[in-house]
């Protein structure tokens, strides 16, 4: 961004402060750019398994989860947002000097990871919404998957050489991520309407299951409840259920935010050439570019998912149960009666080309396939091209070369060709082998991201004058606390679950949980140590 930019942004702000509110918004809208980067990922194909997953296990009765767990996100976003604007400094630096570079080279490491692994499903993802949903002519032969993941090789690179860019290619690249959040929005929300003028939802429950239910934590939902009646054993499906619920309710607390996104923000302001000025409108830009696109495209999906799927079973092969029963049956010998069997079918988990299937009678052809197939794509590319870019930010630090192009692409070829190989290898055993380690590493830093910015916010040798003080410092440390608590709590949470000796997929989240106490332990030292010398 040239100066001249930057001093336009800078009085179209001042402007606004003083502007009527649809002017004032008008203003803010088309200024707004690092939260659409956000939004661009977290509408990935996590999302979409989450959403669906949510609808199929409690209905409306979660509907609630998911905007709160980013609400927690968007405050330590906030907090990461507002350190680097007070500095103007790039945040791994920042950290290594003011904390301790153990905590800034296990942040890139775990971003790079991330950015690798999670590229495979969205490639395979976005290849499936073609072949399935919007074009099943082409076929689903290696040569078709091949030449369609190039495609989307060749776009990544495309729209990130927009990025690295100045003038009109920025804007355009702002321009194209805006675009592919709206249309993963608007393709989730006709189907939803259409769904609506059906009959098929009953929008009173909806409302009902925006209101947050922790009693659920403790519960099963409502729907199983004469089912559960008519088991032969209430107590295990009861258990079963609220264990199932209360997983996925930690574990969307504490990741509603992933690893890379903690990176990418700092950087994508710092390459708006943002400042002080813009610390206030950075909360705005979060809120209409991550939130409000996070929540109604994941409502939509949660909505579309419960109507078509909890507490249903004509969708579901008989035969997909059979572990469930297993379990039933070694906890309790005896027969199953057949409401311990559509208990189990009731469970199973459907993906997204389901939903698209059951919501072809309803919907229509066009509606469930092409338009929810595009909002899929939409999910799969703009999330490819962003952590294409993550990755690209990541190697320009990683390499010492802040701002080099050749180290933002090699960074780009990296996440981008391990991508292009997922559709080939994501569906067999590399995909655990590479998931889980994975998502252990980037669940455990998590916390650590946050508990990182806690401190910084905290630190009169980082911010200096500009550190919060009185009644706001209070509010913030509110806030972040109680997001990196239930971060942390989460991650905790699930780790444990997962941790064992007897195998090395069980010896990887307990390691998972040691690194989470030493990095906790070192930031926390390191913090004392560098504050009593400011």
Request: hydrophobic share 50%; proline share 4%.
């Amino acid at each position: 961004m040239s100066t001249d930019t930057r001093n336009q942004e800078d009085a179209l702000l001042a402007e606004a402060e003083g502007a009527p509110l649809l002017r004032k918004l008008g203003i803010y809208t088309r200024l707004s750019g690092p939260g659409w980067l956000q939004g661009a990922i977290t509408l990935g194909g996590g999302s979409l398994a989450g959403a669906l997953y949510l609808g199929v296990i409690a209905g409306f009765g979660l509907l609630w989860l998911q905007p709160l767990a980013m609400i927690c996100g968007i405050i330590m976003l906030s907090a990461i947002a507002y350190v680097t604007l007070s500095t103007e400094k790039a945040p791994f630096g920042l950290v290594n000097t003011h904390l301790s570079p153990a905590l800034g080279w296990a942040w890139m490491i775990a971003t790079i990871m991330a950015n690798i692994v999670w590229s495979m499903p969205q490639f395979n993802l976005g290849r499936a919404a073609i072949q399935q949903n919007i074009l099943p002519a082409v076929g689903d032969s290696n040569l078709s998957t091949a030449l369609i993941c190039l495609v989307f090789l060749a776009i990544g690179f495309v729209v990130n050489v927009l990025y690295e860019s100045e003038g009109k290619g920025t804007k355009i690249f702002d321009m194209i991520i805006k675009a592919m959040v709206g249309l993963i929005v608007l393709s989730f929300f006709a189907v939803v309407v259409t769904l609506s003028t059906s009959g098929d939802i009953d929008w009173g429950a909806i409302l009902g299951g925006l209101i947050p239910d922790p009693t659920l934590l403790l519960k099963p939902a409502a729907g199983y409840n004469d089912l559960i009646a008519q088991s032969t054993q209430p107590d295990w499906w009861t258990n079963k259920i609220v264990n199932d619920q209360r997983d996925i309710i930690i574990t969307a607390f504490g990741t509603a935010v992933g690893i890379n996104m903690t990176w990418l923000l700092p950087y994508s302001l710092l390459k708006k050439r943002w400042g002080k000025v813009q610390r206030g409108f950075s909360i705005f830009d979060l809120s209409i570019g991550l939130f409000i696109p996070f929540f109604l495209a994941t409502s939509c999906v949660v909505i579309a998912a419960s109507s078509q799927f909890h507490a249903k079973t004509g969708d579901v092969d008989p035969a997909a149960g059979a572990g469930t029963i297993a379990q039933l049956v070694e906890a309790h010998p005896g027969i199953p009666n057949p409401a311990d069997l559509e208990l189990a079918l009731t469970l199973v988990k459907r993906d997204n080309f389901q939903l698209a299937t059951t919501l072809e009678p309803l919907a229509g052809k066009v509606v469930s396939q092409t338009i929810f197939g595009f909002g899929v794509l939409g999910m799969a590319v703009s999330t490819i091209i962003i952590l294409m870019l993550i990755n690209g930010l990541a190697f320009q630090e990683l390499l010492g070369m802040r701002g080099d192009k050749g180290a933002h692409y090699i960074g780009c070829a990296v996440s981008g060709i391990a991508g292009f190989a997922g559709p080939f290898i994501w569906d067999g055993n590399a995909a655990a082998a590479l998931a889980i380690p994975t998502s252990v590493i980037g669940g455990s830093l998590i916390p650590i991201a946050y508990f990182t910015f806690f401190l910084m916010m905290n630190s009169k040798k980082v911010l200096g004058e500009h550190r919060p003080q009185g009644n706001a410092r209070i509010i913030w440390n509110v806030l972040m606390g109680l997001a990196t608590g239930i971060a942390t709590l989460g991650s905790i949470w699930v780790l444990s679950g997962k941790a064992h000796f007897n195998s090395w997929q069980g010896m990887i989240p307990a390691a998972g949980l040691a690194l989470l106490i030493v990095l906790l332990t070192i930031g926390t030292l390191s913090f004392i140590k560098n504050e009593r010398t400011a």
